[in-house]
C-alpha cells in the first residue's frame, strides 16, 4: 500500500563528488495519504527529512519523539527506524521534504549540525533562505549538464552552513582544541607561540594547557 504522494529525483555523482567525501544521492517531496506509516526499516544511507507541514512521530531504537513543522530529522544508516503521522485526519497535513545523502565525510558533517545516531533530529531549522537552497538541490540534482556538479555541491555545502548557524549557538566553536591543532599543524614553520594559539582558540592561557594535558597528554611549550 503507498502511504504518500511522493516526488522524487535522483543523482549520479561524479568521481569529484565522491572526492570531496559527501554527495547526494536523491531528493524528493512527500504529502501523506491517510494513516500514514513507514517502517520499521532500516536505511542504507543518510536521509534528512525536512517537515515542511504538520507533525510526524520517529521512533528510532528505542526512543520515539515527535516533530512538527520547521524540524529536521536524519535517517542513518544501519538503524531500525519508524515514523507516522501521529494523529488522525480526514485530510492528513504532514509535508515533508529530504536530501539523502552519501560519502565518508557525512556522518562528521551531520555531527557538526547536532545531529547523532543517538540523538537524530533538531528543533526549528527551517529559518531565512533554508527553503529557497532546498529547492535550488530539487532543481539541480538531476541536471546531467557539464558542470552542474559544482552547482550540486554548492547548495550541498550551503545547507550544511545553514543548518550550523540554526542548531550551534551563536559565538560558539565547533572544537576550539580540535581547531588550535589545526592551525599549529598549519603554521608552525611561522614561529607563532602559545600567546598566538590562545588568541586563535579564544580561551584562558590555562584552561587551554590543561585541555592539551588532559586529551593528548603533553603540554604546550
Not at 532543481?139 to 548557524?165: I, M, S
Not at 588550535?180 to 607563532?192: P, R, T
Request: with cysteine.
Amino acid at each position: 500500500m503507498v502511504f504518500e504522494y511522493a516526488d522524487m529525483k535522483y543523482s549520479i555523482p561524479s568521481d569529484m563528488e565522491k572526492g570531496g567525501g559527501i554527495w547526494i544521492l536523491r531528493t524528493g517531496r512527500s504529502r501523506v495519504k491517510p494513516h500514514y506509516f513507514v517502517g520499521p526499516k532500516v536505511s542504507e544511507n543518510y536521509a534528512l527529512h525536512f517537515v515542511l507541514n504538520g507533525m510526524v512521530s520517529l521512533a528510532y531504537g528505542d526512543e520515539e519523539v515527535t516533530l512538527s513543522e520547521g524540524d529536521v530529522f536524519c535517517l542513518f544508516p544501519h538503524t531500525r527506524y519508524s515514523y507516522w503521522e501521529p494523529k488522525v485526519h480526514l485530510e492528513p497535513t504532514l509535508h515533508m521534504q529530504w536530501v539523502v545523502l552519501d560519502g565518508g565525510l557525512t556522518d562528521m558533517a551531520l555531527s557538526r549540525i547536532g545531529l547523532h545516531p543517538n540523538k537524530p533530529y533538531v528543533h526549528n531549522v527551517m529559518k531565512g533562505e533554508l527553503q529557497a537552497v532546498l529547492d535550488q538541490i530539487n532543481r539541480c540534482v538531476d541536471n546531467d549538464t557539464l558542470g552542474n556538479e559544482f552547482a550540486r555541491q554548492k547548495w550541498l555545502y550551503r545547507l550544511f552552513e545553514l543548518l550550523a548557524g540554526a542548531t550551534v549557538k551563536k559565538g560558539s566553536k565547533s572544537n576550539w582544541l580540535e581547531q588550535s591543532v589545526h592551525y599549529m599543524d598549519s603554521h608552525y614553520m611561522e614561529g607563532i607561540t602559545v600567546t598566538d594559539v590562545v588568541e586563535h582558540a579564544g580561551v584562558h592561557r590555562t584552561h587551554l594547557y590543561c585541555e592539551f594535558i588532559r586529551v593528548y597528554g603533553i603540554s604546550l611549550r
